[in-house]
């Protein structure tokens, strides 16, 4: 009855922690719904053990108690965006593990086939050397035998002929022995570390080439972890580069508000004129600094443990691996640098996102504006016609009268007006036509009421008189 008791309990903390997990990942994912899902949880426990009975409840109270100590530190987390940095270090350890589970063991195999091949080859060119030495030593021992002289003269030529066999043999000896200790520097080292790297570089997609799985199960095992640490690490990117971007204009907002303490009121009107700081937005040009700011920082740290390379191949390296081109040609040595180079590579490609969702927001908005400037462009041809561009006939195209709205933006503006697509384009084009023909339209609406209103004001000041025709006959 007690192990009946006992295999009850099992089952229910089974159940209840599989629901749980299932649960949270959904929630990981939306950090708002943390709070329903804590709820949702500790109303299952307390259904599920009152359907089990009584006996259930004991053994599920710390479930409960756990929940609510759990509740606190994820909420604490998820205010501070902590929750997906904290998943994406589980799902890449997990990761790790597991590719050193697979792979660990067939490197070893591996590693005792390709030692007892170079033994084996090793053994045979070194038979062959001696067999040749044996031949060289007896070829001139006889020649010393053969050749006239004292016994004294042979003694000798035997004695340097003996020196040069043993020196040959002890060669031929260190040769083997040198051979069969250098490490194969083509194989993979699979350790614990050398595997979270590998997974790293999976989910990042930058794949340098220097780790590569050799077993089938390990390469399933990629595309499978492939495919779900590539969403995930999108959407934790753009979490960290829409942090980074926040931070960087409160920043911004900041200095902003130094700057009207320090400097007087004329100072203050001057400096709101710059574009970027009326609005507390971030330039794209201090987004690039942040970037290469964390280049030079990583490459500075790299060269601790990859005390080989230079700080241009070290640099060079960074760029590649926020890039995510990731050649290849320069990758870690070490295990240590293996492990350090995982945080700033994943701080760079957070970086480069915020740049990138930078440049695309700019764009967005720079269109939105460009559709403001050609309707003010339309209010002032119907109140000064004469400033107006619409009112100005030439061969130019509407893209470069647009060009002309835009001449007094900033150099950045003017710069990403050049990038806007073709789709964009065809719409900012639509809108001037548009425009354009309205006004137009306008015009000459108000030139034939004004042509109606002259003649009916003709007519008034001079009537026609009534004429009579006579029948001359």
Not at 113 to 118: F, L, P
């Amino acid at each position: 009855l007690l192990l009946h008791h006992h295999h009850h309990r099992i089952i229910v903390i089974v159940v209840i922690i599989i629901v749980i997990l299932s649960h949270f990942l959904i929630a990981c994912l939306y950090s708002t719904e943390l709070p329903n899902f804590f709820i949702a949880t500790n109303f299952f426990i307390m259904d599920f053990t009152s359907m089990r009975g009584r006996n259930c409840i004991s053994c599920t109270v710390w479930l409960r108690k756990s929940l609510a100590f759990f509740s606190v530190i994820f909420n604490t987390m998820s205010k501070f965006h902590l929750l997906s940095f904290v998943l994406l270090i589980v799902y890449t350890l997990i990761g790790g593990a597991v590719f050193y589970a697979l792979e660990s063991d067939q490197q070893e195999q591996q590693h005792s086939n390709i030692t007892v091949a170079n033994l084996n080859e090793k053994n045979e060119q070194a038979r062959r050397m001696l067999d040749h030495l044996r031949k060289v030593f007896a070829l001139k021992m006889w020649k010393v035998g053969r050749h006239a002289g004292t016994m004294s003269t042979k003694f000798t030529r035997s004695r340097d002929i003996w020196k040069w066999y043993e020196q040959n043999v002890d060669n031929v000896t260190e040769f083997c022995k040198s051979t069969n200790q250098q490490p194969n520097k083509t194989a993979v080292d699979w350790s614990f570390w050398s595997s979270v790297y590998y997974a790293v570089t999976v989910y990042t997609t930058i794949g340098y080439g220097d780790m590569t799985p050799s077993t089938t199960s390990g390469k399933i095992l990629t595309m499978i972890y492939a495919l779900c640490g590539i969403p995930l690490i999108c959407y934790i990117l753009q979490d960290w580069g829409l942090q980074l971007l926040l931070s960087a204009r409160y920043l911004i907002k900041l200095y902003d508000k130094m700057i009207d303490r320090l400097f007087s009121k004329w100072k203050k009107k001057n400096m709101l004129n710059i574009g970027w700081l009326e609005f507390g937005d971030l330039p794209i040009s201090v987004a690039l600094l942040m970037v290469i700011f964390l280049l030079c920082i990583s490459a500075s740290m790299f060269l601790i443990w990859e005390d080989e390379l230079t700080y241009f191949e070290s640099f060079y390296f960074f760029f590649i691996s926020f890039t995510t081109i990731g050649f290849g040609d320069i990758v870690p040595k070490y295990r240590i640098s293996m492990a350090m180079c995982i945080v700033p590579v994943l701080m760079g490609l957070a970086t480069v996102s915020m740049t990138i969702n930078l440049v695309q927001s700019k764009i967005e908005q720079l269109f939105e504006n460009m559709k403001k400037n050609i309707e003010l462009e339309y209010q002032k041809k119907q109140t000064d016609p004469n400033k107006s561009l619409m009112s100005v006939d030439s061969d130019e195209d509407v893209m470069t009268r647009l060009k002309h709205i835009g001449d007094g933006m900033s150099f950045e503006s003017r710069f990403l007006f050049r990038m806007l697509n073709r789709s964009q384009r065809r719409l900012l084009e639509e809108c001037w036509n548009r425009r354009v023909k309205t006004a137009n339209a306008a015009s000459q609406t108000i030139l034939l009421n004004a042509e109606e209103e002259s003649q009916t004001s003709i007519a008034m000041q001079f009537p026609r008189r009534n004429t009579y025709v006579y029948n001359a006959e």
